[in-house]
Nanobody
Framework: QVRLAESGGGSVQTGGSLTLSCLTS????????MVWFRQRPGKEREGVAA??????????DSVKGRFVISRDDSDDSRSTVSLEMSRLEPEDTAMYYC????????????????????WGRGTQVTVSS
C-alpha cells in the first residue's frame, strides 16, 4: 500500500512562485514512478512532471523551464516529492495531484492518469492576473 499527501498549494499573483510537496510512504517499488498531475477547470487531468529511475525527469511542454520536480528519500519507507513552480501564470490554476506507481508507468510519457493506482487528495493552486 502507498499513501500520498500533498501540501503547499495556495493563491499567488502572476509571476509568483509556489512549492508543492507530496509526502509519500509505503511500498518503495510502487513509488518508483512519481508524477504530479493537474486538473484545470473544465479540462481533463494532465501530467505536469514526473521523476523516475533515480533522477530521470519529464516535464510537460507548458511548464518546461518554470517547474522543477525533485525527490528526497528519507529512507526506504518514505520520501518527499516536491514541485517547485515559478513564473506562474493564470493558466496554471488547477488542482494538483501527486500520483505513484511502479517504474513501468513512467515508460509511457506523457503519463496516463488511469494507469496510476495511488493518488493523493490534491492541493489547489490559484494564480490571479
Amino acid at each position: 500500500q502507498v499513501r500520498l499527501a500533498e501540501s503547499g498549494g495556495g493563491s499567488v499573483q502572476t509571476g509568483g512562485s509556489l512549492t508543492l510537496s507530496c509526502l509519500t510512504s509505503g511500498d518503495r517499488y510502487m513509488r518508483s514512478c512519481m508524477v504530479w498531475f493537474r486538473q484545470r477547470p473544465g479540462k481533463e487531468r494532465e501530467g505536469v512532471a514526473a521523476i523516475f529511475a533515480g533522477d530521470n525527469t519529464w516535464y510537460a511542454d507548458s511548464v518546461k523551464g518554470r517547474f522543477v520536480i525533485s525527490r528526497d528519500d528519507s529512507d526506504d519507507s518514505r520520501s518527499t516529492v516536491s514541485l517547485e513552480m515559478s513564473r506562474l501564470e493564470p493558466e496554471d490554476t488547477a488542482m494538483y495531484y501527486c500520483a505513484a506507481d511502479d517504474a513501468g508507468r513512467c515508460g509511457t510519457l506523457p503519463p496516463i492518469p488511469r494507469h496510476f493506482q495511488f493518488w493523493g487528495r490534491g492541493t489547489q493552486v490559484t494564480v490571479s492576473s
